[in-house]
Structure formats: structure tokens, C-alpha cells
């Protein structure tokens, strides 16, 4: 697959920010079918945590052992050796959340993935600072899903300014073959956006999942 790496380079800044925070390292963006497999309506957690892994096999951290990314099969195939599913889950149309991914974090590349409950999306603010420190830290992508707001996503960086706080959301939603957008279509149609805090939806609430690795120079840390 000809995935696109880094979609977020190049993307103009909300404003001119007071801080801002990216991830270090590379990372390949996963979405809808870009594997051949139409996973539309279920599979955003998985296109996620994929594009986490991409990350963590770059990463080059000494705590990572590098593997290819895991298949959405081999990835459901996993949380049922686990326990954490009934066999009837590989090959299903099931989504996956957070907490799923923290456990496949752990099973294919021996990093944790340490899980943050927001009890309401307008409390997001209260984790800025948590995410300036593990995107100052050399972590990678932060993975996002909600309840109401059940769209799972990926964090990129923060920024705070005039405009107030912003996420860099990277959205796998989109559907279509593996490189069949350019990275600025995508930045042109939203798929990798900064977003202000008012995106999140104020009556969700929100997982996050900071992988616990760090990109190549930077120490392991909290998030």
C-alpha cells in the first residue's frame, strides 16, 4: 500500500500560537478501505490504532519491537486470544474504542497505552496540558473516542492562542483507495484539520490513549 506519510505537514497554524506542541516522528495515515477492505461504519477505531502502530514501527524507540501494522482481521484475531472478545468477533463488523487499542498496543508492540476518562467534552481543556507534555516528549498519536461522539481519531498536537485551544485531529473516515488523495486534497477537505475544542461535542464523554513510547531521541514518560 502507497499510504500517505505526515498529512499534517504543511497545514497552516489556527493562528499565530503562544504555545504548540506537535508529535515527533513519522506516522502513516490509515482510512476507510485503503487496504481494499470497505470497513465504512465500523472501522475508525481500527484505522486509528493503525495509523498509532504506523508510528510506533517508525518510532525506533528501544522499547518497540518493530512489526509491519497489523490487518483489521489479525488485530480482532488478537482481542480474542486475549479474552477480551467471543471467537464470533474475528470477522465481524464490530468497532473497537480505546480501550481495545491500549490492549492491542500492549499485545503486538509491548508499549502501553495509558487511558484518560473526560467526562465531558467541554472538559477536554483540562487535559491541554497533558498533551503539550507527551507531544513535547516525543509521544505520537493520541487516540480519541467518545460515546455520543463515537467517531474515533487521532491527535497530532495542540496549540493555544488568540483563538483560543486547538487539536490537530487527524480523521480516518475518509474512504478510498491508499494514496488516491494528495496531502493537500486532504488538508483542502478536512481530513487532517486544526480543530477548536468547541468541535468536541459537549455532552460526550471521551477516552484518550497515550502510547507510552517515544519517538527516537526523546526518554520514555507519562503523557
Not at 467517531?151 to 497530532?156: E, F, I, M, R, V
Not at 483542502?188 to 471521551?206: D, T
Request: glycine residues 14%; contains cysteine.
Amino acid at each position: 500500500m502507497q499510504l500517505l506519510s505526515d498529512v499534517h505537514v504543511g497545514l497552516p497554524l489556527p493562528a499565530v500560537p503562544d504555545q504548540l506542541a506537535l508529535l515527533s516522528g513519522s506516522y502513516r495515515y490509515y482510512h476507510y478501505g485503503c487496504d481494499g477492505v470497505d470497513d465504512r461504519g465500523w472501522g475508525c477505531g481500527y484505522r486509528t490504532f493503525q495509523t498509532v502502530c504506523s508510528w510506533l514501527a517508525e518510532a525506533g524507540s528501544e522499547e518497540v519491537v518493530a512489526r509491519r501494522v497489523p490487518s483489521l482481521r489479525e488485530i480482532q484475531q488478537a482481542l480474542v486470544e486475549m479474552g477480551d472478545k467471543p471467537p464470533s468477533f474475528s470477522g465481524s463488523r464490530e468497532w473497537i474504542g480505546t480501550v481495545e487499542a491500549a490492549l492491542c498496543m500492549d499485545h503486538f508492540y509491548a508499549v502501553p497505552g495509558r487511558l484518560v476518562h473526560v467526562h465531558r467534552g467541554r472538559d477536554l481543556e483540562k487535559e491541554l496540558e497533558s498533551l503539550y507534555a507527551h507531544f513535547r516528549g516525543g509521544g505520537g498519536p493520541v487516540m480519541v473516542g467518545g460515546d455520543r461522539d463515537h467517531s474515533a481519531k487521532a491527535l497530532l498536537g495542540v496549540s493555544s492562542g488568540p483563538q483560543g485551544p486547538h487539536l490537530l485531529v487527524l480523521d480516518p473516515h475518509y474512504f478510498g483507495s491508499a494514496g488516491s488523495l494528495t496531502r493537500a486534497q486532504l488538508q483542502a477537505r478536512g481530513w487532517v484539520c486544526w480543530r477548536a475544542l468547541s468541535f468536541f461535542e459537549g455532552g460526550s464523554f471521551y477516552n484518550l490513549c497515550f502510547p507510552q513510547a517515544r519517538s527516537r531521541g526523546h526518554p520514555v514518560g507519562k503523557g
